[in-house]
């Protein structure tokens, strides 16, 4: 069992830039990917990027390469989001979750742990 706890989420202009965090409760296995979803007003929850813990190789998707980096920090069991140039389309809940698998996966299901989420509001 890991527990996932975020924060960093708030209410930001568009343009702007955000850092979420997620602390995890113990030690995250060398054979884990770590993952931040995000579900929108009305929408399904998707993928936004991954990253495998042991060598930090990251995916991002598409619809926010180039202003959205997953990073992590060993030492500490965290994974972080840096989220710049946000958009009103940005806005969403953000969920961090754990997957005890090496490889990505942009299925839900695929994660066994998540955190409870937190808000990211863009305004125009």
């Known amino acids: 069992q890991v527990q996932l706890v975020e924060s960093g989420g708030g209410l930001v202009q568009a343009g702007g830039s955000l850092r979420l965090s997620c602390a995890a409760s113990?030690?995250?296995?060398?054979?884990?990917?770590m993952a931040w979803f995000r579900q929108g007003p009305g929408k399904e929850r998707e993928l936004v990027a991954s990253?495998?813990?042991?060598?930090?190789?990251?995916h991002v998707e598409y619809s926010v390469r180039g202003r959205f980096t997953i990073s992590r920090e060993e030492g500490q069991n965290t994974v972080s989001l840096l989220m710049n140039n946000l958009k009103p389309d940005d806005t969403a809940v953000y969920y961090c979750?754990?997957?005890?698998?090496?490889?990505?996966?942009?299925?839900?299901?695929?994660?066994?742990?998540w955190g409870q989420g937190t808000q990211v509001t863009v305004s125009s």
């Open positions: 979750a754990a997957r005890p698998r090496p490889w990505h996966s942009v299925l839900v299901a695929d994660y066994d742990y």
């Open positions: 990253i495998r813990w042991s060598t930090g190789d990251t």
């Open positions: 113990r030690r995250i296995f060398s054979n884990y990917n």
